[in-house]
């Protein structure tokens, strides 16, 4: 897997900590020779990613600010990548966001301000973000997103998270039709619960990690390095024939009834 994305300049967005699913998808890419561009919110991010790149010895082609939640942000971020990368190869989306407080109890009590704020950050923001990135995609390239199984079944407490992965999954398929013309893939990958800092202090988390242990076909977590690689193959031209999927990273727990 030395050189799969060997040369691509690549943006990762959503880099938090270690455990970060953006972290995974890092050192992947970065083991497979891709330039790596990140984009982080929070200033507390930023000094994470700074030490985790001096640590892995990983160098970043440039980082940069971006909150999804305004447009603004998003121009500016990819004005500033095309300036100083020019041409991009593909872009990582592993970003989310919803009311904690809404993470629990009846879904039929998710306000208005918090169902319109999930959406905004964890669905179109992929929308806003491809159209940006597709300006700088002239030699084609791939987009892919981070999404869960609650956008397809009931899951207790994903609550309106499940309704806004709906969105983002809906979302990959109708920008993979936009965006094929122009030889640009977009595809998700569904991983399996593993332990962030989102996941860190939402109700029933530890239950859903059991469940994998004793019902999916695999019988053990997925980790962060196994959803880097599934990343990394829609990242290169293994999947060139492949466009608008959903991808389970689970050990196979999706399958079973
Ligand atoms: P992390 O907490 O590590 O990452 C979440 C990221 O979202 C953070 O980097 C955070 O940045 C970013 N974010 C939130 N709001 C905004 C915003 N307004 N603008 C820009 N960035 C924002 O958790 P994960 O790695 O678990 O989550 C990554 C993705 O994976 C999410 O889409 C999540 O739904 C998905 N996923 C996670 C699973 C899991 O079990 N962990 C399972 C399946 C999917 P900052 O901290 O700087 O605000
Ligand atoms: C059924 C599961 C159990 C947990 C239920 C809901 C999880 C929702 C994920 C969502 C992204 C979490 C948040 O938005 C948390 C947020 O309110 C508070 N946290 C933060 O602000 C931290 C500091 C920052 C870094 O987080 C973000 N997001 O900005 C789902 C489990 C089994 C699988 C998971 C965790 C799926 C998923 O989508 O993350």
Known sequence: MSNLVEGKNI????????????????????????????????????????????????????????????????????????????VIHGVVH?????????????????????????????????VAVTKAAKELMTEGGSIVTQTYLGAEKVIQNYNIMGVAKASLEASVRYLAEDMGKYDIRVNAVSAGPIRTLSAKGVSGFNEKQ????EKAPLRRNVDQDQVGDATLFFMSELSRGVTGEVLHVDSGYHIIG
Do not use: P
């Open 11 to 86: 943006v990762i967005m959503g880099v938090a900590s270690e455990r970060s699913i953006a972290w995974g998808v890092t050192t992947s890419l970065h083991k497979a020779g891709a330039n790596l561009i990140f984009t982080y919110r929070q200033d507390r991010s930023y000094g994470k990613l700074t030490k985790l790149l001096e640590k892995h010895k990983i160098e970043a082609k440039w980082i940069v600010e971006c909150d999804v939640a305004s447009d603004e942000s998003i121009t500016n971020a990819f004005a500033t990548i095309k300036d100083k990368v020019g």
């Open 94 to 126: 592993s970003v989310a966001f919803a009311n904690r407080d809404e993470l629990k109890g009846e879904y039929a009590n998710t306000s208005r301000e918090g169902f319109l704020l999930a959406h905004e950050i964890s669905a179109f923001s992929l």
């Open 210 to 213: 059991g469940l994998i242990e």
